[in-house]
C-alpha cells in the first residue's frame, strides 16, 4: 500500500514524467528531424502522427482499465486474483490489435485520400500510416505489461523501457530520414519505421524484464493465458469505457487537424508546430494522471476513501509545479522552441503568438485532470466516458464553427484548447460533488 506522503507520490510520479518527457523530446525530435527534409513530409508526419495515436490510446484504455482492476487488488489485497486479469488483458489487447491494424492498413488511407484537399500530402500521410501501423503488434503487449508495472507503483520499468524507445528511435530516425551511416534515404517511410522499430525495442525490454522477475513468478502472471469469461467482463466493464474516450479525445483532434488541411498548409504547418511542442505541456499532467489512477483505486479498496481529497491536493500543487517548469519556455522564449522544431521563418512570428497563448489552457488542464482522473481510478469509467463525449462534442462544435464556418485566424481557432479543458473540469468537479462514486465495485 503507497502512503500518500509527497516524496512517495513523486517516487511513483517522477519515473513516468521522465518516461513522458522521453517520448516528448522524441516527438520534437521526429518535427525537428522531419521538417528539415521537407515540409509536406513534415505536415503528412504529424497528421498520420495522429492517426496512429488515435488507434493506439484504444489499447491504452484497454491498459488503463487494467491498472485500475490490478491496482484495487493490490489495495484490497487479493494478490492471487492479479494473473488472470493480467493473461486476459494480454489477450484482449491482442484481438484490439488486429482489428485496429486492419482498420489503419487497409481502411484509413483511401479514406483520407478521399477527403484531403492536398493529394501530395494525402498520399504521403497514407504510406506513413501503413509502416507505422505494424507498431500495434508491439503496443498490445506494452500495454498491458506496463499496467501491471504502473499498479504496483513499480514506475521505474517503465522509465527504462521510454528511455529505450526514445535513444533507439533518435538514432534510426537520423539514419533512416537522411540516408546516414550506410542506411538508406528513405524520408518519411524512414521515420515510420523508425519509430516502428523503436517500439518494438521498448516492448523487448519490457518481456524480458517481466519474465526473469520475481512478480511472474509469485503472481502467476504467465499460468492465465486463455478465455475466462468472467475475467474479460471485468475488463471490458472498466477498460472498454476508457478505450472509447481516448479513441473519441484524439480522433476529434485529428479531426480538427483534417478541417486545417482543408482550410490552408500555412495553417496546418502553424498548427503541427504547436502540435509538437504541445506533447512538453503532457509531461507531469500524464505522469501524475497515472499516479492519481493507482492511489485512488487502491486507498478505494483498502476503505480509506476520507483521505483521497489530501491526496489530490498533493497531487494537484506538484502537477502545476512541474508544468511551470516544463513548459515555461512557452511562455518567456516560444520563438526558440518553435525554431527547433521548424526553422522556417514563415512560420515562426504566427507559432510563437499561438504558444504563449495557449499556456493559460494548460495549467487549468493540469489542475483539474486530477479530478477526471478521480474517477477513472474510483472505476466510473462509463461515467467518465460521458464526461468526456460531452467536452468532445462542444469541443468539436466550436473547432468546426471557427475553422470551416468562420474561417477566423489560426490564432483565435486554438481557443477551442480553453474550451475543452475549462469543460472537463466543470462537468469532473460536479460529478464528484453530485454523486456516490466511492462504492463503485471493481
Request: hydrophobic letters at 50%; a neutral charge; aromatic letters at 16%.
Amino acid at each position: 500500500m503507497l502512503d500518500y506522503s509527497y516524496k512517495q507520490i513523486l517516487k511513483v510520479a517522477i519515473p513516468m514524467m521522465i518516461s513522458g518527457f522521453i517520448q516528448s523530446i522524441v516527438m520534437i525530435t521526429d518535427s525537428a528531424f522531419i521538417s528539415r527534409y521537407s515540409t509536406e513530409a513534415f505536415d503528412a508526419v504529424g497528421n498520420g502522427s495522429l492517426a496512429y495515436i488515435t488507434m493506439f490510446m484504444c489499447l491504452l484504455g484497454m491498459g488503463d482499465g487494467a491498472q485500475i482492476i490490478i491496482a484495487r487488488r493490490f489495495g484490497s489485497h487479493q494478490a492471487s486474483r492479479i494473473g488472470r486479469v493480467f493473461g486476459t488483458s494480454v489477450l484482449t489487447n491482442l484481438l484490439l490489435a488486429i482489428l485496429l491494424f486492419v482498420i489503419l492498413y487497409f481502411v484509413m488511407p483511401p479514406q483520407i485520400a478521399a477527403y484531403s484537399k492536398n493529394e501530395s500530402i494525402a498520399s504521403l500521410q497514407g504510406q506513413f500510416i501503413q509502416i507505422r501501423s505494424f507498431a500495434l503488434f508491439f503496443a498490445f503487449v506494452t500495454v498491458s505489461i506496463q499496467a501491471f508495472f504502473l499498479a504496483k507503483g513499480k514506475t521505474w520499468v517503465v522509465l527504462i523501457s521510454a528511455l529505450i524507445t526514445a535513444l533507439s528511435n533518435v538514432l534510426l530516425d537520423y539514419t533512416l530520414i537522411f540516408g546516414k551511416l550506410g542506411m538508406p534515404e528513405m524520408g518519411l517511410e524512414g521515420a515510420a519505421l523508425a519509430s516502428t522499430l523503436a517500439d518494438g525495442m521498448g516492448m523487448l525490454f519490457l518481456l524480458i524484464f517481466l519474465l526473469i522477475s520475481d512478480d511472474a513468478r509469485s503472481l502467476k502472471l504467465f499460468q492465465y493465458f486463455s478465455f475466462n469469461f468472467r475475467s474479460m467482463k471485468e475488463l471490458l466493464k472498466v477498460g472498454s469505457p476508457l478505450m472509447l474516450q481516448g479513441f473519441l479525445a484524439l480522433a476529434t483532434w485529428t479531426l480538427f487537424f483534417t478541417w486545417l488541411e482543408r482550410k490552408g498548409e500555412f495553417d496546418l504547418t502553424v498548427s503541427q508546430n504547436i502540435r509538437s511542442i504541445y506533447f512538453l505541456a503532457f509531461v507531469p499532467i500524464w505522469g501524475f494522471a497515472g499516479t492519481t489512477k493507482t492511489y485512488v483505486s487502491q486507498y478505494l479498496g483498502a476503505k480509506r476513501d476520507d483521505e483521497i481529497p489530501k491526496i489530490q491536493g498533493r497531487i494537484q500543487r506538484l502537477t502545476i509545479g512541474f508544468l511551470i517548469i516544463s513548459f515555461h519556455g512557452a511562455l518567456f522564449y516560444p520563438e526558440t522552441l518553435i525554431q527547433f522544431i521548424n526553422p522556417e521563418e514563415i512560420y515562426l512570428e504566427k507559432s510563437a503568438e499561438i504558444l504563449r497563448f495557449i499556456v493559460g489552457s494548460i495549467l487549468i488542464y493540469g489542475f483539474v485532470s486530477v479530478y477526471f482522473q478521480t474517477i477513472h481510478g474510483s472505476g466510473n469509467t462509463i461515467h467518465s466516458m460521458l464526461i468526456e463525449l460531452t467536452t468532445v462534442i462542444i469541443y468539436s462544435i466550436a473547432s468546426y464553427l471557427l475553422i470551416v464556418e468562420w474561417q477566423v485566424d489560426v490564432f483565435w481557432i486554438w481557443t477551442v484548447e480553453y474550451i475543452y479543458f475549462v469543460s472537463l473540469g466543470i462537468l469532473s468537479i460536479g460529478y464528484l460533488k453530485s454523486f456516490n462514486w466511492k462504492n463503485k465495485k471493481v
